[in-house]
């Protein structure tokens, strides 16, 4: 079984072999509705954009969509208050969580065609242009997301928070959507925000077209096959890494369904994995993502998902780097003030094989110093001097 890191009591573990890979600059972070959900910025998920749409555009559905969130809401076939089969048609797919064939429907039904400036797209932009302000996972991401100086993330939230973010942390931020952008490769040159379904406009840019509905996906995924080249090339250069997601959001149906496709042609495939919320109780989720190719990281989603915040903001707090250069020797410091015997201590050499895995012989000189500093067990040495001729033979 692959190494596991702790990064802190009461976290999940994080796969050495992720953590190191994107050290290297071969991650790819994919992201999706989660990261804008918590507070402040308090964007809908797919279902809630859904409902919101609805809300705007057709009042008459938005009570039993309502319903059909909460737990023992009624059945599709049961809402006699609806005004036509259309519309329990279209609830019958929201309760089978289709909501991009939702969404087609309700636009041809409404305004007939799929232009930017249908009725449905003018209320998905009033829903989603409603906050500006990021919170602790798109500050954690933009800062995870650096690959040689510049930041890479892949999006499909049309939101434009992970911008912000970058901008507020003086990141680069340069932004691209659809057609903008640039083809995978290991090159310098392979930077940015990249919005694979579409962005709105922000400040003096302009938007792109929004990948929304089935006639949408469709066409990107299937006709074009502009989402699914990408995903084919970035697949095999990086390891993607989804964050934001559920099992059955569209996005995740179609982003799978097109690296699955490849995996038949191509054995070189990154390894990829996904933060999973579920109840920690809950096996059946875990075994759902790995069937379909995906290693899955799994955390206690209760709190509003609060786990997956601290855990990026830890793990962005404590990798190496110049940025990070006070709260990493914070970090070590405390480590070595643990007993190498208790539970805390032995939690703490997961991190240290890590640390030392990626580090060259000055850090390594560096942390010895600090483990052998007053206070610190005599243990500590000798534990180091194992780790680091281990790594040695690795490498």
């Known amino acids: 079984m692959a190494s596991e890191v702790h990064l802190s009591q009461g976290l999940p573990t994080l796969p050495q072999d992720l953590m190191l890979a994107r050290d290297r600059g071969e991650v790819l972070f994919v992201v999706g509705a989660g990261a804008s959900y918590p507070a ?210 569209s996005p995740v149906r179609y982003l799978l369904n097109a690296i699955a496709g490849d995996e038949r042609h191509f054995v070189d495939l990154k390894t990829r994995y996904a933060f999973v919320g579920c109840d920690p109780s809950d096996q059946r989720t875990s075994v759902e993502w790995q069937s379909r190719g995906i290693v899955p990281i799994t955390y206690d989603r209760a709190n509003g998902h609060r786990a997956l915040s601290d855990l990026l903001v830890r793990w962005a707090e404590i990798i190496p780097g110049k940025r990070n250069e006070r709260s990493l020797l914070a970090y070590l410091k405390n480590l070595a003030k643990l007993d190498p015997a208790s539970t805390d201590g032995t939690a703490a050499m997961s991190f240290l094989e890590y640390y030392i895995q990626r580090s060259n012989p000055t850090e390594q000189t560096d942390l010895a110093r600090i483990f052998a500093a007053r206070g610190s067990s005599p243990r500590w040495l000798g534990i180091l001097n194992q780790i680091i001729r281990e790594s040695t033979k690795a490498r």
């Open 40 to 249: 402040p910025s308090n964007l809908p998920d797919f279902a809630g954009l859904v409902t919101d749409i609805y809300r705007s555009v057709d009042p008459a559905m938005s009570l039993a969509l309502d319903a059909a969130m909460t737990d023992g809401g009624p059945n599709w076939d049961d809402a006699a208050h609806l005004l036509s089969h259309q519309q329990r048609t279209e609830l019958k797919f929201f309760c089978q969580k289709e909501y991009d064939v939702v969404l087609g429907m309700l636009e041809r039904r409404i305004d007939g065609d799929a232009s930017r400036q249908s009725t449905v797209r003018r209320a998905a932009f009033e829903t989603l242009a409603g906050t500006v302000q990021t919170n602790p996972i798109h500050d954690a991401l933009v800062h995870l997301g650096q690959r040689f100086g510049q930041t890479l993330l892949a999006t499909t939230n049309f939101d434009r928070l992970l911008t912000e973010a970058a901008k507020s942390r003086g990141y680069s931020s340069d932004t691209y959507a659809l057609g903008e952008i640039p083809n995978p490769s290991r090159s310098l040159d392979f930077n940015g925000i990249l919005h694979i379904h579409g962005k709105l406009p922000w400040r003096r840019d302009k938007a792109s077209a929004l990948v929304l509905t089935d006639q949408d996906f469709g066409d990107f995924y299937l006709r074009r096959h502009a989402i699914t080249a990408f995903l084919y090339d970035a697949a095999r250069i990086f390891h993607l890494v989804l964050v934001g997601y559920s099992a059955n959001d």
